[in-house]
Nanobody
Framework: QVRLVESGGGLVQAGDSLRLSCAAS????????MGWFRQAPGKEREFVAG????????SYADSLKGRFTISRDNAKNTVYLQMNSLKPEDTAVYSC???????????????????????WGQGTQVTVSS
């Protein structure tokens, strides 16, 4: 069992930045690919970003490339999502996810689907005002 706890969400203005954190416990963190998803009111959950066990491979939603950056610190069992130039349409609950995967190049086409991830955090709210 992997327990994931997100933090760092809040209310910001358009153009601001936020860094979300997801702390993992319970299993060997470095054996897991990690991902971030978000879900806005009335919309389906969507893939934001993913990172391989060693940080060597990352993937982003096409619409977010250049504004969001995923990273991880295996010594701290934590994955991060740096979000810059935030827009009102970024308003959503952001959740992190974990999947046992020690491959250097995860199949990100599969991981864009939420059902490919086994463990989930409870989410953190990000609200961007205009």
């Amino acid at each position: 069992q992997v327990r994931l706890v997100e933090s760092g969400g809040g209310l910001v203005q358009a153009g601001d930045s936020l860094r979300l954190s997801c702390a993992a416990s319970g299993r060997t963190f470095r054996n897991y690919a990690m991902g971030w998803f978000r879900q806005a009111p009335g919309k389906e959950r969507e893939f934001v970003a993913g990172i391989s066990w060693n940080g060597g491979s990352t993937s982003y939603a096409d619409s977010l490339k250049g504004r969001f950056t995923i990273s991880r610190d295996n010594a701290k069992n934590t994955v991060y999502l740096q979000m810059n130039s935030l827009k009102p349409e970024d308003t959503a609950v952001y959740s992190c996810a974990a999947q046992f995967d020690t491959s250097w190049f995860p199949r990100w086409s599969d991981y864009r689907t939420s059902s490919s991830w086994t463990y989930w955090g409870q989410g953190t709210q990000v609200t961007v005002s205009s």
